[in-house]
């Protein structure tokens, strides 16, 4: 069916230390799949994406990981800055409608 | 590089009205998705405009339609507005139908009293 999972929905780190924010997907057959932030009040900004026949993408201080066999996905955030403080959606695009976790809201404690 | 736009930012209407949205997508982009965000949730897929045509539909009620030009802008029409219907609408542009990033504007805030 149409899930797409967030582990939990307030994550609150140190300013500096690494971010860890999960999701779970339940269509196997899904192959592109996308993070977006969401500031208060804005619209969903793009992050990062990754296709099924990767496992590991790296862009500018964010890595996602992919694991087709338990459906996971995971956004990681190097050094956490209060700028990166967001809610955090993953996405599965089926055909190109996307379906959205209810997502994780990141707080950045100074 | 003009990013994806929508108006108007902020929009107040009443039961049994009727409201139009507009969006216009990022520079060469042709395709245009709506979705619907209700308070602390994720967006929910509305419809996807490519070729000036409906292509894709979600779990909406005929109340929704909307309307793609040549220019590859789009509006989203609401028929019979409901109390449910306070959200913020957000449009989304890419290239080519699916399998591509998909880009969001700063969307519409709704409110039906």
């Known amino acids: 069916g149409e899930s797409v999972g967030l582990h939990l929905p307030t994550l609150s780190v140190q300013e500096g230390d690494n971010s860890i924010i999960n999701c779970a997907y339940s269509n196997s057959a899904s192959d592109y799949f996308i993070w977006y932030k969401q500031e208060s009040g804005k619209g969903p900004q793009f992050i990062i994406d990754i296709r099924s026949n990767m496992d590991k993408r790296q862009g500018q201080r964010v890595t996602v990981l992919l694991n087709k066999t338990v459906k996971h996905l995971s956004l990681q955030i190097a050094a956490t800055q209060p700028g990166d403080s967001a809610v955090y959606f993953c996405a599965e695009d089926e055909g190109g409608k996307l379906i959205f976790g209810q997502g994780t809201t990141l707080q950045v404690k100074p | 590089d003009a990013g994806v736009t929508q108006s108007p930012t902020h929009l107040i209407k009443t039961r049994g009205q009727q409201v139009t949205l507009r969006c216009s997508p990022k520079s060469g982009h042709d395709t245009v998705s709506w979705y619907q965000q209700a308070l602390g949730q994720g967006p929910q897929f509305i419809f996807q405009?490519?070729?000036?045509?409906?292509?894709q539909r979600g779990n909406f009620p005929d109340r929704f339609s909307g309307h793609q030009f040549p220019n590859y802008s789009s509006e989203l029409n609401v028929n019979a507005l409901l109390l449910g219907d306070s959200a913020l609408y957000l449009c989304?542009?890419?290239?080519?139908?699916?399998?591509?990033?998909?880009?969001f504007g700063p969307g519409t805030r709704l409110l039906v009293l």
């Open positions: 989304a542009s890419s290239k080519d139908l699916s399998q591509e990033t998909q880009y």
């Open positions: 405009y490519y070729e000036e045509e409906e292509r």
